[in-house]
């Protein structure tokens, strides 16, 4: 499976971004899709992800209400949908692949390239 996200850029604090992930392969739409970033200097941290249906979603904390996840399976895309960006939000964002049960604990199966999110002050 390749993963390939797209959608980073540059925006003021308060704004909105929203990320895309393109997935390719067999069987995309039978597992859970994911959303992590890695601040300079810091582990990459999972953010959220969405069952194989889109049915279920689980967030982390610090992004929980303002952040949407959300999938199209006729179109093998995950979508992170991210609005009240705070500075503390800038960091690569990766898209992964994985089990539903495991995904939210960083154990995936496969890892997309990364986008670069800068939220300014």
């Known amino acids: 499976v390749q993963l390939q996200a797209s959608g980073g850029g540059l925006v003021q604090a308060g704004g909105s971004l929203e990320l895309s992930c393109a997935a390719s392969?067999?069987?995309?739409?039978?597992?859970?899709l994911g959303w992590f970033r890695q601040a300079p200097g810091q582990e990459r941290k999972f953010v959220a992800a969405?069952?194989?249906?889109?049915?279920?979603?689980i967030y982390a904390d610090s992004v929980k209400g303002r952040f949407t996840i959300s999938r199209d399976n006729t179109k093998n895309t995950v979508y992170l949908q991210m609005n009240s960006l705070e500075p503390e939000d800038t960091a690569v964002y990766y898209c992964?692949?994985?089990?539903?049960?495991?995904?939210?604990?960083?154990?995936?199966?496969?890892w997309g390239k990364g986008t670069q999110v800068t939220v300014s002050s």
């Open positions: 969405v069952s194989w249906s889109g049915g279920s979603t």
């Open positions: 992964a692949r994985g089990n539903w049960g495991k995904i939210s604990r960083s154990l995936v199966d496969d």
């Open positions: 392969g067999r069987f995309v739409s039978s597992y859970a």
